[in-house]
């Protein structure tokens, strides 16, 4: 989702009826990327991100902190693959028919995020979705907002995955 305006961070009501967010703007770094879902590789950190609200079992996309060159965010997306999921093939998922044509490795974009965290640090909640985070394109001047560089995985249908595209004026740029 393209985000062109403030994004709207969840609340919740606290017992005493005050309003807490239940997000807050979580700042991806090298300490803490680790521990919430990315992997280190060569230098980069990234992730495999699937679609909200999707039980899917392997990533839609990839996201990489900062921006960086296609072949090199190819590179990091089959090391995720390889190390969460025992699967190098970055054309196929995990169990696919090996015979099913091979896509060809969609382009990637340089374009910025927010990442929110659910609970917001200074109020957990406890619930399923404590210590998640989810991703919104935003323009660059966003508060809170990084750049990445963004792929579809090869094997998700391109209905499946949204993107900033920048040939439809999005904020982004092909990734050379």
Do not use: K
Not at 26 to 49: C, K, M, N, R, V
Not at 61 to 74: D, K, N, S, T
Not at 98 to 108: F, G, K, N, T
């Amino acid at each position: 989702m393209v985000t062109t305006g403030l994004y709207e961070i969840e609340t919740s009501e606290a017992d005493d009826g005050t309003t807490i967010p239940a997000e807050g703007i979580w700042t991806p770094s090298s300490e803490d990327a680790a521990d919430h879902g990315f992997i280190a590789y060569g230098g980069l950190f990234i992730a495999g991100i699937g679609a909200p609200n999707d039980d899917a079992l392997y990533p839609d996309r990839f996201v990489v902190l900062g921006h960086h060159r296609w072949a090199h965010l190819i590179e990091a997306a089959a090391a995720f693959m390889d190390r969460v999921h025992g699967w190098r093939n970055l054309h196929l998922y995990p169990g696919d028919d090996l015979a099913v044509l091979i896509h060809r490795i969609p382009r990637a974009v340089h374009t910025h995020a927010v990442f929110l965290r659910h609970p917001h640090p200074d109020h957990p909640c406890g619930c399923e979705w404590e210590h998640t985070w989810r991703l919104i394109w935003a323009p660059p001047t966003e508060p809170g907002a990084v750049p990445v560089t963004a792929m579809r995985h090869p094997a998700a249908p391109a209905t499946a995955t949204s993107f900033p595209d920048p040939d439809q004026g999005a904020p982004a740029i092909w990734a050379p």
